[in-house]
């Protein structure tokens, strides 16, 4: 089967690998050329626009920052010109609304575009240990598992889409809370000086995901995003709506807010959401609620 990858970051690259090692003829594009030459030495076909891999494609997986990169990709002209009679599932992070509005503008232009949440690091899909859970119709369920077994076994359809960010939405609270708990941990290592690799070891035994985290922290580059401080931004948002519409308190949760908002405000909004830790370095700006 021919597979686009659109958007080879981290979680973009894992999946590409694992098709390609599957034996899928796989397609790559990103606005940085430069980022799918790794992916083209592993035997991946470089495409020069989103329009050109889309064509190119039986099916097409979009794994972006967030559900404004997708809506700005899927504006394009050419792309919505390519979406004809093509198969696309969004991996990018989103909330029900947002990928219910972008599913319905694909369908304007005679696409299908269905959704999956990613529940494991990019370690485990070049593993082929992936976890999904994906949001489509029925009649597309085993089209999309078909392919998504290349990276896993663990598929779950949970509905029509919508409803894959429905249910992702605690689990990624639960990720929030992991990445402000490292944050804080990181960020007192470094003032008190304590070594990194002691601090690291340790927190990685009582912090599932922490193993992701720290590196960015230590080295304070936040370039490889997993998800970005304006993902966190968004998710929290959403978090704090549905725990107000089912009656729990949410103080916790905007506080939480504020300091991705904060990490935005000086400058980490497209970076990695491990950037949380430079506001508890030193940041001089009042929190943002």
Known sequence: MKIAILGTGLMGTALAEAMINAGNETIVFNRTALKTEPLVTLGAKAAATASEAIMAADASIIVLTDG???????????????????????????????????????????????????????????????????GCKADEESFWKEILHCAGNSIHRVGEVGDASKAETPMLLGSMFTSV??????????????????????????????????????????????????????????????????????EILESIRGLYANAAQIGYGEKDGSSIVEVLLGSKHEMVK
């Open 68 to 134: 404004a990169s997708v809506e700005k990709l899927l504006s394009d002209e050419a792309t919505r010109a390519a979406l004809q009679g093509k198969k696309l599932l969004n991996a990018s992070t989103t909330n029900p609304d947002e990928i219910i509005k972008l599913a319905g503008d694909v369908s304007k232009y005679g696409g299908e575009l269905a959704e999956m949440s990613i529940m494991v690091g990019s370690d485990e899909l070049c593993n082929k240990q992936g976890q999904f859970l994906i």
């Open 181 to 250: 708990s490292v944050a804080y941990a990181a960020a007192m290592a470094i003032k008190l000086n304590i070594p990194h690799e002691i601090i690291a070891q340790q927190i990685a035994l009582l912090s599932s995901g922490a193993e992701y985290l720290l590196p960015n922290m230590f080295a304070r580059n936040y370039d490889q995003i997993m998800a970005s401080t304006n993902n966190f931004i968004a998710v929290s948002t959403t978090a704090i709506n549905s725990a107000k519409s089912l009656g729990m308190p949410t």
